[in-house]
Every structure is written in C-alpha cells, then in structure tokens.
C-alpha cells in the first residue's frame, strides 16, 4: 500500500536569505515557514546554478525581467529533473526565464507552478519610472519607454498564464493584475496572501506588552532597504521637504534612518545635518526601534504592503504616514496610524501625539491588535494551506 507522503516543494528566489532583511527576503522567508507544516520545502536561487559568481543582470527590453546565462538555466532545469518536486514556487516575474525554460522541455512532467507576486512589477515600474514628472515630461518619456513598457506587461501576462496559482499581497494587487491580464479564467488564478510582519517583531509581539505611555517624542525612525527606488525618494521627500520643517518646531528631535544597502545620495544626505543619524546594515532592528519613538513613512511609490508598517505596530511603535505607505493593509486612520501627506501634515501629527500621549496609546494598542489578529505566521499558513491543497499535486 502506497504511503502519503507531504508535497515536496522547491522555492526559487532571487537572493538567498539565511538571515532575511529586505521586504523581498522577510516575504521569502515567511511563505517558506509557513508552507513547513503542510510541505518539505528546499529554498534555492540562481546562484546555485551559476557556473561562476557572476552577478544577474536585468533585460534591457524587459526591466523587470533577470537575464541569467543559458547554462544557468539548464542546470536549474536539471535540478528540477533529479528532485522532481510537486510544486515550484518561484519568487515574482523576474525569474520568468527559469520557468518558461522548464515549460518547454519534454523529458519530465513540471512540477505545479506557483508565483509569487511581491509587487505587480509592471505596474511599479510605470511607477517608478514616471515619478516626479510634470505631464509634458510624462508624455515625452512615454513615447520614449513604450516598447519596455509592453514588454514589462507582457512577461507579467505570460507569467500568469504559466503559472498553475498566483499569490499577490493584497487585494489592490490582485485588481491590478486582473486588469492587466484581462481574461477570467487567468484572473481566476490569482489569490490574496498578505504579507505578515517579520519573525522576529513577532517575538516582540508575543513576549510581553509595551509601555502604552510614551514621554516625549526626541527621534523619528525611517526603516527600509535604502537602495530601493520607493524608498529612496522618501528619504529625498524626508530629508529635504519634512525634516526641516520639523526641526523648525521641534528643536531639539533627531531622525534616525536605518536599512540596508544605503544608495550613495542617501549617504550624502544624512551626512549633511548633524540631527540626523544613518544606521546602515544594521545585524538587528531591536535596539534601533527602542531608541526611537516614531516611524515616519513619506512613501508616494511603491506596490505589495507594507512591512515595516505591520514591523513598527508590532514592536509598539506609533506610525505617521502616507495613505500610499499603509496600502493593501486595511487600515483606518486616527484608530491605527496618522496620516500625513505634506509637510504641514507631519508637523500637525507630530504635535497631536505630544499633547495626547494617550493618542500614541491607542495607536499602538490598535496597531499590535490588528498585527495579532491577520499579520502572524498562523494566519500566513491558514491562508496558504487551502492554495496548496488545491494544487493537488502528485508526482510525476
């Protein structure tokens, strides 16, 4: 009598991550303990099959697309042959090579193929390309972007249409695909499996309750991978918009930007004021969060949801932020974050949570609350359990 063995499943991702810090590595990490329960999962990445350290590079025609080599290909495509998973499940449109090529070959039966949306990449890149621009320059770089942009569209449409399953983080993306691949039975592919907050907050989360009364507010904290184009145009909005207008009623308040990989301008521009401190690569976010009283997001770009908002509410920490920075997260303001969306708009936040130290309370207690209740490995596994099962996998 045959035995039931659990699913075997191979998680391919861009950058491994024994120790996880960037939004793509937390969200990486999170969907592989939460598919452990339920699946054997192995976690490899085109470096593994690379027959040098030659670092990926992107598609000119196709930004959002890696260009690995053709023997880094066919080495994963005999990987797969040897271990002959159930599923596949592989990190976003940008390793669409690996698995078109899998697709193609004959020799064995593909596993099930999962992709893992972590942002809709089309549409971020139209985002990010266009940020910042008055309509004539809009329409001048669209002549000149058009073919990259049908071919960014294109490949998250032929991703889809590979794919067995497609997970996005939030709602907001799931529409955005589903406009994009403008076809219901793809459509009918894609399922909501929200980001959660990072292992370790979680920790935080559970050991004990903070201190729901704050004295007063002497640091800002700006927390995110610092060479990532969203996030770096906050800390340009930040630093050279916000921050002096909050030095102006707040003298003595220092800001505090941590993350990895800090891009060289926003080294230069920390390291022009004195008030303002740049951590960068930190081995641990702990001490930082308990050094600071605030986190501040001026996030105008950007897809997924937020990490470092569900991070900061678990470790009790009051957010101010924009409505674009607290996305896909279903968030109400004034109950779990202060929305500000100028200048103006922080200083007046700012101001609100010195007057009310209850204000800042009731933002955390609401803050940890909703983490407990929807963004905890528990709710990540419950949501991607019944996805799993569904796929029905059996070996070839």
Same mark, same amino acid.
Request: aromatic share 6%.
């Given at each position: 009598?045959?035995?039931?063995?659990?699913?075997?499943?191979? !998680?391919?991702?861009?950058?491994?991550?024994? !120790?996880?810090?960037? =939004?793509?590595? #937390?969200?990486?990490?999170?969907?592989?303990?939460?598919?452990? +329960?339920?699946?054997?999962?192995?976690?490899?990445?085109?470096?593994?099959?690379?027959?040098?350290?030659?670092?990926?590079?992107?598609?000119?025609? /196709?930004?959002?697309?890696?260009?690995?080599?053709?023997?880094?290909?066919?080495?994963?495509?005999?990987?797969?042959?040897?271990?002959?998973?159930?599923?596949?499940?592989?990190?976003?449109?940008?390793?669409?090579?690996?698995?078109?090529?899998?697709?193609?070959?004959?020799?064995?039966?593909?596993?099930?193929?999962? #992709?893992?949306?972590?942002?809709?990449?089309?549409?971020?890149?139209?985002?990010?390309?266009?940020?910042?621009?008055?309509?004539?320059?809009?329409?001048?770089? /669209?002549?000149?972007?058009?073919?990259?942009?049908?071919?960014?569209?294109?490949?998250?449409?032929?991703?889809?249409? @590979?794919?067995?399953?497609?997970?996005? +983080?939030?709602?907001? $993306?799931? !529409?955005?695909?589903?406009?994009?691949?403008?076809?219901?039975?793809?459509?009918?592919?894609?399922?909501?499996?929200?980001?959660?907050?990072? *292992?370790?907050?979680?920790?935080? #989360?559970?050991?004990?309750?903070?201190?729901?009364?704050?004295?007063?507010?002497?640091? #800002?904290?700006?927390? =995110?991978?610092?060479?990532?184009? &969203?996030?770096?145009?906050?800390?340009?909005?930040?630093?050279?918009?916000?921050?002096?207008?909050?030095?102006?009623?707040?003298?003595?308040?220092?800001?505090?930007?941590?993350?990895?990989?800090?891009?060289?301008?926003?080294?230069?521009?920390?390291?022009?004021?004195?008030?303002?401190?740049?951590?960068?690569?930190? *081995?641990?976010?702990?001490?930082?969060?308990?050094?600071?009283?605030?986190?501040?997001? &001026?996030?105008? !770009?950007?897809?997924?949801?937020?990490?470092?908002?569900?991070?900061?509410?678990?470790?009790?920490? +009051?957010?101010?932020?924009?409505?674009?920075?607290?996305? =896909?997260?279903?968030?109400?303001?004034?109950?779990?974050?202060?929305?500000?969306?100028?200048?103006?708009?922080?200083?007046?936040?700012?101001?609100?949570?010195?007057?009310?130290?209850?204000?800042?309370?009731? @933002?955390?207690?609401?803050?940890?609350?909703?983490? /407990?209740?929807?963004?905890?490995?528990?709710?990540?596994? $419950?949501?991607?359990? +019944?996805?799993?099962?569904?796929?029905?996998?059996?070996?070839?």
């Amino acid at each position: 009598m045959k035995q039931n063995r659990p699913p075997k499943t191979v !998680q391919l991702v861009i950058d491994p991550f024994e !120790q996880p810090v960037s =939004g793509a590595e #937390l969200r990486n990490d999170a969907v592989k303990r939460a598919l452990m +329960p339920f699946t054997d999962v192995t976690v490899v990445s085109p470096k593994d099959f690379a027959v040098s350290n030659q670092r990926l590079t992107g598609n000119k025609s /196709a930004p959002t697309l890696l260009a690995p080599d053709e023997t880094c290909v066919q080495n994963f495509v005999k990987y797969i042959g040897h271990e002959r998973p159930d599923i596949l499940l592989f990190e976003g449109v940008g390793l669409l090579k690996f698995c078109e090529a899998l697709v193609s070959q004959s020799v064995f039966k593909i596993p099930r193929l999962v #992709l893992d949306f972590h942002n809709v990449e089309s549409a971020l890149w139209e985002e990010n390309v266009f940020a910042r621009m008055g309509v004539l320059r809009r329409l001048w770089k /669209a002549r000149r972007v058009v073919g990259a942009r049908e071919s960014v569209r294109l490949a998250d449409r032929e991703a889809v249409r @590979l794919s067995d399953a497609v997970l996005v +983080p939030t709602g907001e $993306d799931r !529409q955005r695909l589903t406009d994009l691949v403008g076809d219901e039975k793809q459509a009918g592919k894609i399922r909501v499996v929200p980001n959660i907050a990072p *292992s370790w907050a979680l920790r935080r #989360l559970a050991a004990a309750p903070v201190a729901n009364e704050r004295g007063g507010i002497r640091r #800002l904290l700006f927390v =995110g991978h610092l060479r990532y184009t &969203p996030n770096v145009e906050a800390v340009d909005a930040l630093v050279h918009r916000i921050w002096p207008q909050l030095r102006g009623e707040f003298l003595d308040m220092r800001l505090v930007i941590a993350g990895r990989n800090p891009a060289r301008r926003v080294r230069r521009w920390a390291g022009s004021r004195t008030d303002i401190e740049l951590h960068a690569d930190p *081995s641990s976010l702990d001490g930082i969060y308990d050094g600071c009283d605030v986190a501040i997001m &001026p996030l105008r !770009q950007g897809g997924g949801s937020r990490l470092k908002v569900l991070e900061a509410f678990a470790v009790g920490m +009051p957010v101010i932020a924009t409505a674009k920075a607290v996305e =896909g997260l279903g968030l109400t303001p004034d109950r779990h974050w202060l929305r500000a969306e100028t200048a103006q708009d922080y200083v007046a936040a700012i101001r609100r949570l010195i007057r009310d130290p209850g204000l800042g309370a009731r @933002l955390v207690g609401e803050g940890r609350a909703l983490v /407990a209740e929807r963004y905890t490995d528990k709710a990540l596994a $419950d949501t991607l359990a +019944p996805i799993i099962r569904d796929l029905n996998p059996q070996r070839a």
